[in-house]
């Protein structure tokens, strides 16, 4: 069964802490992977990742695909207040995009 | 529209009624997905369009829940005999997928459904 996952399911850390989100896939006909943030009712955009290997950058937010290990990560720096939030993974594949459960993160002031 | 739209925005319905949830997808997208989302948990796929019909309707929990799209734009997500299990935020989402280069999706503010 084609799935998404997630992991960790929550985290809780102290602002300037850096974190690694992680999200695993198993599907067929990939064609991308997308990061959401969600801090109230709609998820929105952060990253698509087409190709292994090509870091995308926004600030302190940076991700990474890994094609072969069918895996990206979501690295947060320095992190801040104003980043607790859902961070959902989702996966373009065949006719589909398919959410993960997401990572409830939350960051202490 | 600038962005995808959908009303009501909250809803508070009693246990048994009929509910219909409307979402109308940015201009030219194409694809149009319906996901639900319990409290604090991810999001559950629900169904998807390609224009106006259903390739995939895997997820619809059970058979009082139906959708239809007209004019390839407007979407509506009926909940037929509403149970307290259907409580949750209904999101839509739309985009050119599949279209000439991998695209994101847009979501709209969901709907707050409440069965009491």
């Known amino acids: 069964e084609d799935k998404v996952v997630q992991s960790p399911l929550s985290l809780v850390v102290h602002e300037g802490d850096t974190v690694t989100l992680n999200c695993s896939y198993e599907?067929?006909?990939?064609?991308?992977l997308l990061w959401y943030k969600q801090e109230k009712k709609a998820p929105t955009f952060l990253f698509m990742l087409?190709?292994?290997?090509i870091e995308k950058k926004s600030g302190r937010l940076s991700s990474i695909l890994d094609k072969k290990e069918l895996s990206s990560i979501l690295n947060i720096t320095a992190t801040q207040t104003g980043d607790s939030a859902i961070y959902l993974c989702?996966?373009?594949?065949?006719?589909?995009?398919?959410f993960g459960a997401g990572t409830i993160l939350r960051v202490k002031s | 529209g600038a962005g995808v739209s959908q009303s009501p925005s909250n809803k508070v319905t009693e246990k048994g009624k009929d509910v219909e949830l409307r979402c109308d997808p940015i201009?030219?997208?194409?694809?149009l997905y319906w996901y639900r989302q319990s409290l604090g948990q991810g999001l559950e796929f629900l169904i998807y369009?390609?224009?106006?019909?259903?390739?995939?309707k895997s997820g619809l929990p059970s058979d009082r829940f139906s959708a239809e799209r007209t004019g390839g734009s407007v979407s509506t997500l009926t909940i037929q005999r509403t149970q307290q299990e259907d409580s949750a935020v209904y999101l839509c989402?739309?985009?050119?997928?599949?279209?000439?280069?991998?695209?994101?999706?847009?979501f709209g503010q969901g709907t707050r459904l409440t069965v009491v």
């Open positions: 989402a739309s985009s050119l997928f599949p279209g000439p280069m991998n695209t994101e999706a847009f």
């Open positions: 599907v067929t006909n990939f064609r991308s």
């Open positions: 087409t190709s292994s290997g």
């Open positions: 989702a996966v373009e594949y065949g006719n589909k995009l398919v």
């Open positions: 201009s030219g997208h194409t694809a």
């Open positions: 369009f390609q224009g106006n019909s259903a390739p995939d």
